[in-house]
T-cell receptor, first 112, second 114 residues
Framework: EAGVAQSPRYKIIEKRQSVAFWCNPI?????LYWYQQILGQGPKLLIQ????????DSQLPKDRFSAERLKGVDSTLKIQPAKLEDSAVYLC??????????FGSGTRLTVV | AQSVTQLGSHVSVSEGALVLLRCNYS??????LFWYVQYPNQGLQLLLK??????LVKGINGFEAEFKKSETSFHLTKPSAHMSDAAEYFC????????????FGSGTRLSIRP
């Protein structure tokens, strides 16, 4: 089966600019997650979708981050405006069961 | 909330030596536990998972982990290290409030000496 697709792979932006990441989960996976992985740390959950509804966004900085999953398939994560501390790898994952995800390769964001 | 602690941010072993990566979890209920591996510039790959069946779990690439409730541990081992095992390893646990939300440890970087 095809894996979780993410784009772009790399992005460099200046602080205060906007950026968007895209994720296409494995076909049929109802649950989709966005994680933020800062260098030297473990991934931190930003938001969890079940189909097109939000299950958990308690760790999402809602003043600058937003995410949507239209039609319960693809998802986009947006940062507006970006800060230096947003530099990280943004990982998308999908799951069809409760125990085990499939991760995409991630988008490495550098904010300068 | 549940959490995991990985002891040692960096572990270095010689090729052919035993690999031991330590993970302890905090939980008041039986958890579900995972080990993931991350190679440079790649996403996370599931090595193995414990879901309350056998306490000794075998995974891919010759890795295994043993769930020890008395020690609240889930250490990852491999009898003989290969150069290709050099990567970042993450222990993870499900959050009791939502079985599908996985919480990761801070990671252990494994280096292999020739």
């Amino acid at each position: 089966e095809a894996g979780v697709a993410q784009s772009p792979r790399y992005k460099i932006i200046e602080k205060r600019q906007s950026v968007a990441f895209w994720c296409n989960p494995i076909s049929g996976h109802a649950t989709l997650y966005w994680y933020q992985q800062i260098l030297g740390q473990g991934p931190k959950l930003l938001i969890q979708f079940q189909n097109n509804g939000v299950v958990d966004d308690s760790q999402l900085p809602k003043d600058r981050f937003s995410a949507e999953r239209l039609k319960g398939v693809d998802s986009t994560l947006k940062i507006q405006p970006a800060k230096l501390e947003d530099s990280a790898v943004y990982l998308c994952a999908s799951s069809s069961t409760n125990y085990g995800y499939t991760f995409g390769s991630g988008t490495r964001l550098t904010v300068v | 909330a549940q959490s995991v602690t990985q002891l040692g941010s960096h572990v270095s072993v010689s090729e052919g030596a035993l690999v031991l990566l330590r993970c302890n979890y905090s939980s008041s209920v039986p958890p579900y536990l995972f080990w993931y591996v991350q190679y440079p510039n790649q996403g996370l790959q599931l090595l193995l998972k414990y879901t309350s069946a056998a306490t000794l779990v075998k995974g891919i690439n010759g890795f295994e982990a043993e769930f020890k409730k008395s020690e609240t541990s889930f250490h990852l081992t491999k009898p003989s290290a290969h150069m290709s095992d050099a990567a970042e390893y993450f222990c993870a646990v499900t959050d009791y409030s939502s079985a599908s939300k996985i919480i990761f440890g801070s990671g252990t970087r494994l280096s292999i000496r020739p």
